[in-house]
């Protein structure tokens, strides 16, 4: 099994930043890729970015510019910096972790993350 623990989450005023966290333990060697996705208030849960064990990456394009997701395999620790945050940026970020195949072997507890003056 693999146990996913996000931290890092808080307010901050628009235009401030945010680190992520999410660390892995158990069985890390079965993580092909990582996610985070958000989900605010009454909307559906979205996919932010994503990372695969070699490094490639992608971004949403809501966040294109300003998140940058990165990877530390020998902390077996995901993160998602977040700069330029804006309102619409609210939500709890949840990380997951998936096997090559897709299959999702485990979702983190969730982090709040608000953006307001």
């Not at 005023?13 to 069985?27: D, E, H, V």
């Not at 994503?50 to 995901?78: L, Q």
């Amino acid at each position: 099994q693999v146990q996913l623990v996000e931290s890092g989450g808080g307010l901050v005023q628009p235009g401030g930043s945010l680190r992520l966290s999410c660390a892995a333990s158990g069985t890390i060697f079965s993580i092909y890729a990582m996610h985070w996705y958000r989900q605010a208030p009454g909307k559906q849960r979205e996919l932010v970015a994503g990372i695969t064990d070699g490094g490639i990456t992608h971004v949403a394009n809501s966040v294109k510019g300003r998140f940058t997701i990165s990877r530390d395999n020998a902390k077996n620790t995901m993160y998602l910096q977040m700069n330029s945050l804006k309102p619409e940026d609210t939500a709890v970020y949840y990380c997951n972790a998936q096997t090559v195949s897709g299959q999702i072997l485990s979702w983190g507890q969730g982090t709040q993350v608000a953006v307001s003056s």
